[in-house]
């Protein structure tokens, strides 16, 4: 069986931007403790995707041929990373209700610092 090449993870300035808002937001709503816990969650489920980039489904608002562009649905939210051929790019988290140019704008985020 052939062994599946392990990826490296970045993310976005954006993303972390997009974070910072979904932590004030669950901090103002749930509490400290709820909106520290969903960041958690969120990390981990980021932080997997060196070697699971391939688990969740193409984003079907960004396909394309090589589906590249996928998605992580985590309660209302969407996190959108691309895979390349040695890096998984988190590039956004948004709310499920965002437009769809908002989501399409992601094929433009950079990872590059």
């Known amino acids: 069986m052939a062994e599946k090449k392990r990826k490296k993870v970045e993310v976005s300035d954006l993303f ?7 932590f004030e937001y669950g901090e103002e709503i749930f509490g400290q403790t709820a909106a520290r816990s969903f960041i958690a969650d969120i990390y981990s489920r980021i932080w997997s995707l060196d070697e699971q980039y391939l688990l969740h489904p193409e984003c079907r608002h960004l396909p394309t041929k090589d589906h590249r562009y996928r998605n992580i649905i985590l ?5 959108i990373y691309r895979v390349t051929e040695n890096t998984a790019e988190v590039l ?4 499920g209700h ?3 140019r908002k989501i399409n ?9």
């Open 16 to 22: 972390e931007k997009d974070l910072f808002a979904v």
């Open 75 to 79: 309660a209302s939210y969407l996190i």
């Open 92 to 95: 956004r988290i948004l709310h």
């Open 98 to 100: 965002s437009s769809i």
């Open 105 to 113: 704008s992601a094929r433009s985020v950079n990872t590059d610092q």
